[in-house]
């Protein structure tokens, strides 16, 4: 009886004892989709990682807000450059961590 279960198998399955049909490459879709998923968060956060100062950093640094600031309002012609660059001393001299 054996014989005849296995001759109605049809071509391209393959019959293991206890295993039922053979799962051929599909069973490489999992992992290889779980590899996908954690290389693009890795690859995304990484980048935004890399693109952005740490909170700490931001937190920490009043001066470079008051230089940005300062820059912006020069940009936009508020004041002149002798006023910019006499602004801008001060400003780095009261912070001189900041370099």
């Known amino acids: 009886m054996t014989h ?3 001759a109605a ?4 399955v393959a019959m293991h004892p206890g295993w039922g ?7 490489l879709l999992i992992p290889l989709f779980w590899i996908l998923v954690f ?3 890795f690859a995304l956060l990484g980048r935004r990682w890399r693109r952005s100062e740490p909170p700490w950093a931001i ?3 009043p001066g470079r807000s008051a230089e940005t600031t300062l820059a912006e309002r020069y ?3 508020d004041i002149d450059e002798t006023e910019y660059r006499a602004r801008l001393e001060v400003i780095r001299t009261n912070n001189p961590g900041q370099r």
């Open 39 to 41: 290389a693009l968060l």
């Open 59 to 61: 937190a920490n640094s």
């Open 75 to 77: 940009a936009k012609g």
């Open 4 to 6: 005849t279960l296995l």
């Open 9 to 12: 198998a049809p071509m391209g």
């Open 21 to 27: 049909p053979g799962f051929g490459w599909w069973f």
